[in-house]
């Protein structure tokens, strides 16, 4: 059982690890994150007949968004 409850705690801190390393992402990163997993979803949810419509931001103002700050 010890072996169950190592790979959990593992697990959680890998976790724990992730959330802090999105954390630390500059804003530009975490909106093209936003615009990667709308692009995702958007595939599925337009094979289920749904009108979706993802972010259209132009590379340029989120490159120039990071300079501002």
């Known amino acids: 059982m010890d072996g169950v409850n190592a790979e ?3 697990i959680f801190a ?3 690890q992730r959330r802090q390393d999105l954390a630390r992402l ?3 990163e975490k909106v093209r994150a936003v615009m990667k997993l709308q692009e995702m979803a958007a595939t ?3 094979a289920r007949g749904k009108h979706v419509r993802p972010w259209r ?3 340029d103002a989120l490159d120039a968004s990071a300079t501002k700050s």
């Open 14 to 16: 890998a976790k724990e």
């Open 26 to 28: 500059p804003f530009p």
């Open 44 to 46: 599925i949810l337009q």
């Open 8 to 10: 959990v705690a593992r």
């Open 57 to 59: 931001i132009v590379e």
